[in-house]
C-alpha cells in the first residue's frame, strides 16, 4: 500500500512540476515515506484508509494531510541530515515522523493538547527519540530552539507569521499556506536571504484547516 502511495504521489508531482518547481521527488523524501507506517497516526476506524491520497479526520476538528501534500511540503524544506526542524500544527505526528527520518532535530507544536499527547506517545512507541512536542499556540513559534534550518505550517492563516520568520536561519526556508483576504489558500516557500530579507514562491492551491490561538 505504500509503495501504491508512493506511485500516486509522484504522479501529481510531475502534474504539477511547473507550479512546485520539481520533476520529482528526492530518493530521501521517497525512503522517509516508505518506511513510516501512516496507519499508527490515523484513528482505528480511518486506518484502512491510511495510505489513499486523500487527508482523514483525526478528531477535534483536524485532519492528517493527503500523503501528496505531506510528501511535497517535505520536499520543498530541501533538508539535510543535521538540520534542526519546527512543525507548526503536529496532530497526529505523521509528519514529524516523515521529518525525523531525514534531519537531526524535529520540534513540534499542537494546539489540541489531546492530540499532542496522542502523537508524543505514537512517536515514542515507533521509537523516534529526536522529535519534541509540545501543546501551544504555534504562531508564536518556539524560540527557546530557534533558529531553525527549516519550519513547515500545517494550518492556514492570513498573512505570514512575524515570529516564524524571526526564527528562522538565514538560508533555511519556511513552508506554509497563506490565506488571502478572498479566503483562498496557497502554498507558499519562504527563504530567508538575510537578515531583513526574505523571497516568497507561490506553488499550488490548498486547503487547510485554521491557524488558530492567540494572535
Not at 492528517?64 to 534542526?84: K, N, W, Y
Not at 507548526?88 to 505526528?93: A, E, L, N, W, Y
Not at 500545517?154 to 479566503?183: C, F, M, S, W, Y
Not at 507558499?188 to 491557524?211: C, K, M, N, Q, S
Amino acid at each position: 500500500m505504500r509503495d501504491e502511495m508512493i506511485r500516486v504521489i509522484e504522479e501529481h508531482v510531475r502534474e504539477t512540476c511547473s507550479e512546485i518547481g520539481r520533476a520529482s521527488l528526492s530518493a530521501r523524501v521517497i525512503a522517509a515515506l516508505r518506511k513510516v507506517p501512516r496507519e499508527y497516526f490515523v484513528p482505528p476506524g480511518e486506518a484502512r484508509w491510511a495510505y489513499s491520497d486523500a487527508p482523514l479526520p483525526i478528531g477535534f476538528g483536524q485532519t492528517i494531510s493527503q500523503p501528496f501534500i505531506v510528501a511535497l511540503m517535505t520536499e520543498l524544506l530541501d533538508t539535510r541530515p543535521g538540520d534542526r526542524v519546527l512543525e507548526v500544527g503536529s496532530g497526529s505526528g505523521y509528519q514529524a515522523a516523515i521529518l525525523a527520518e531525514l534531519v537531526a532535530e524535529v520540534y513540534g507544536i499542537e494546539i489540541v493538547p489531546e492530540l499532542a499527547r496522542q502523537a508524543a506517545a505514537v512517536l515514542g512507541e515507533l521509537g523516534y527519540r529526536n522529535v519534541t512536542l509540545k501543546s501551544g499556540d504555534g504562531w508564536h513559534g518556539w524560540p527557546e530552539h530557534a533558529p531553525f534550518d527549516g519550519i513547515v505550517v500545517t494550518a492556514a492563516g492570513v498573512g505570514v507569521p512575524d515570529p516564524l520568520l524571526a526564527q528562522l536561519r538565514i538560508g533555511g526556508k519556511l513552508v506554509l499556506p497563506v490565506e488571502d483576504a478572498a479566503g483562498w489558500q496557497n502554498l507558499d516557500v519562504i527563504e530567508r536571504t538575510g537578515e531583513d530579507t526574505f523571497h516568497t514562491r507561490h506553488t499550488i492551491a490548498v486547503r487547510f484547516v485554521p491557524l488558530t490561538g492567540d494572535h
